[in-house]
Structure formats: structure tokens, C-alpha cells
């Protein structure tokens, strides 16, 4: 049987020229399929904001008073200091957020209630800066879970330089 008889017969058998017709066109559907797709996430609501500078970052090291659990925290490619008692008044808290000179990451707290919720967040502080308050949207009670999550960012890129949570309580006597 030739090809002209099987083609007649119902077509069993494609010729060369034929599958690749066949072939270029799949090959031009997925390539508009994909094009389509990048261009659709390339819209503004999808674009990366970076997170502006704290304006209330001071340069120098705190004096924190005592009994507020301050102390460095070693995150092994990046070091931090904050205070793990975490007691809010008048819509803010004292964190005393604090990024050694010698860090290279920029740093941004961001505080959590115990459903992932954001409360409240610092902007950005270079290396050499603290924030001593951040800011609430929402106040946790007295009790309550919360999650201080420390952000280091590369300074100009914006890249991750890891993330480290720290799971306090509400102390609402604190000194």
C-alpha cells in the first residue's frame, strides 16, 4: 500500500512534511499560550513595591531601659537586637529595634498576632540605626500571642537576607 492509499483510506499515516506543519503550529500555540501568560503578570498590581525607610530611624546604639528582654540575636548571616518583652501603649510598642553598624542588611520589623494578622510594622533601618516604637494598626490584649518578624533585606537589590520570627506575649505590666 502506498502513502496515497493509506491517506485515502483514512489518513493512518502522516508524511514528513505534514508532521512538521503539524508540529510548528503546537509549537506557535504554546508559545502564544506563554506570551499571553507573561504578559498578564507583568501588571502593576503584581509589580514589587519596596518598603520605604523608617523615618523615626535614629544612628547610634540605644539606651534601652532594663527589663525589657533587649539583647543581640545572632540570625548566623546577620546580627539584630530587640527587646523580647513586647508591651503596647497608645497604639505603639517599644521594640528598640537595632541593626549593628557591621550587619550589611538593611532591617524592618513586622509584628503578628498569633493568626498571621499584621498589626503593626517598622520601615526599613540601614546598618548603624535603631527604631525605638512601632507603630499599631491594631492592639493586641493583654495575653495575647504575638510574633515579632525580623526581615533582613540585600541593601539595593531588595533580596531576602532570611526572615527570623520571635514568639512572645502581651505583658501589659511591663516596666
Request: charged content about 20%.
Given at each position: ?116 494578622t ?12 535603631y ?13 495575647d ?31
Open positions: 500500500m502506498t502513502c496515497t492509499e493509506q491517506e485515502k483510506e483514512g489518513g493512518r499515516r502522516l508524511s514528513g512534511w505534514r508532521l512538521f506543519v503539524l508540529a510548528a503550529a503546537l509549537c506557535a500555540v504554546c508559545l502564544g499560550g506563554m506570551l499571553l501568560a507573561l504578559r498578564r503578570g507583568d501588571g502593576q498590581e503584581n509589580a514589587f513595591v519596596p518598603p520605604p525607610f523608617d523615618d523615626n530611624a535614629q544612628t547610634g546604639t540605644p539606651e534601652v531601659p532594663e527589663g525589657l528582654g533587649w539583647e543581640e540575636l545572632d540570625a548566623e548571616s546577620y546580627k539584630f537586637s530587640v527587646c523580647g518583652v513586647f508591651a503596647p501603649e497608645d497604639g505603639k510598642a517599644d521594640v528598640w529595634l537595632t541593626d549593628p553598624a557591621d550587619s550589611g542588611v538593611w532591617l524592618k520589623l513586622r509584628v503578628l498576632d498569633g493568626n498571621g499584621v498589626l503593626g510594622q517598622t520601615g526599613l533601618i540601614r546598618p548603624g540605626e527604631v525605638q516604637s512601632v507603630a499599631l494598626d491594631i492592639t493586641p490584649d493583654d495575653g500571642s504575638v510574633i515579632l518578624k525580623v526581615m533582613a533585606y540585600e541593601p539595593q537589590t531588595y533580596y531576602s537576607a532570611g526572615v527570623v520570627s520571635l514568639n512572645t506575649t502581651v505583658k501589659g505590666d511591663a516596666p
